[in-house]
């Protein structure tokens, strides 16, 4: 059974640094693109990036390039999304998402993983 | 890049059928068959029900069915039962590995 945990919700304070991770199991991690959403409270999902945990490729939606950064751990299974310096704006909950082979559409999702910045 | 655009809701009776537009434009719907449904209850996370326009994944019943012509893809719901209530979002490849989401629908079962 494939299967991606995100890590538990999170409150920082403006300017704090944070990782959130995304631990997949069931099925060969190197092989499958993961991608990172973000989800705004009552709006619609935003596609943030993917990576490649085989060789760590990385794309980006221009609207994140350089807010953010994604990553993958081959060894851990894991992948990450993480800020250097939060931004109020970032509150929302965000969810990690297997690639389907061929990266067509997004087969399985993580529960997601709610961040709160508040000062 | 914009998101594309669905009607804010839609309701209907159970046994009913209800059909959600997503309307982007020939850089996203119009330009690839990677058109893509999902349903999320409150909550929780997004689940997939259709790919590639008008594919099923396992478990999906056969009462949710896709389309496209040009720049809009569409999602029916026949026999609509309780359980159908929910957001449904539309998703398309954008090329250049990136995808763009649409607003978002609440079908509402009467």
């Known amino acids: 059974e494939v299967l991606l945990v995100q890590s538990g919700a999170e409150v920082k304070k403006p300017g704090e640094s944070l990782r959130i991770s995304c631990m997949a199991s069931g099925y060969r991690f190197a092989e499958y693109w993961v991608a990172w959403v973000r989800q705004k409270p009552g709006m619609s999902p935003e596609f943030m990036g993917v990576?490649?945990?085989?060789?760590?490729?990385?794309k980006y939606s221009p609207s994140f390039q350089g807010q953010v950064t994604i990553s993958a751990h081959r060894s851990l299974r894991s992948a990450s999304l993480q800020w250097d310096s939060l931004k109020t704006s970032d509150t929302a909950t965000y969810y990690c998402?297997?690639?389907?082979?061929?990266?067509?559409?997004?087969?399985?999702w993580g529960q997601g993983t709610q961040v709160t910045v508040s000062s | 890049q914009s998101a594309l655009t669905q009607p804010r809701s839609v309701s209907g009776s159970p046994g009913q059928s209800v059909t959600i537009s997503c309307t982007g434009t020939t850089n996203d719907v119009g330009g690839y068959k990677y058109v893509f449904w999902y349903q999320q209850h409150p909550g929780k996370a997004p689940q997939l029900i259709l790919y590639d326009v008008t594919e099923r994944p396992s478990g999906v019943p056969d009462r949710f069915s896709g389309s496209k012509s040009g720049n809009t893809a569409s999602l029916t719901i026949s026999r609509l039962q309780a359980e159908d209530e929910a957001d449904y979002f539309c998703c398309s490849y954008a090329g250049s590995f990136t995808f763009v989401f649409g607003t978002g629908t609440k079908v509402t079962v009467l």
């Open positions: 998402a297997r690639g389907s082979e061929g990266l067509d559409y997004f087969d399985y």
């Open positions: 990576v490649y945990p085989d060789d760590s490729d990385t």
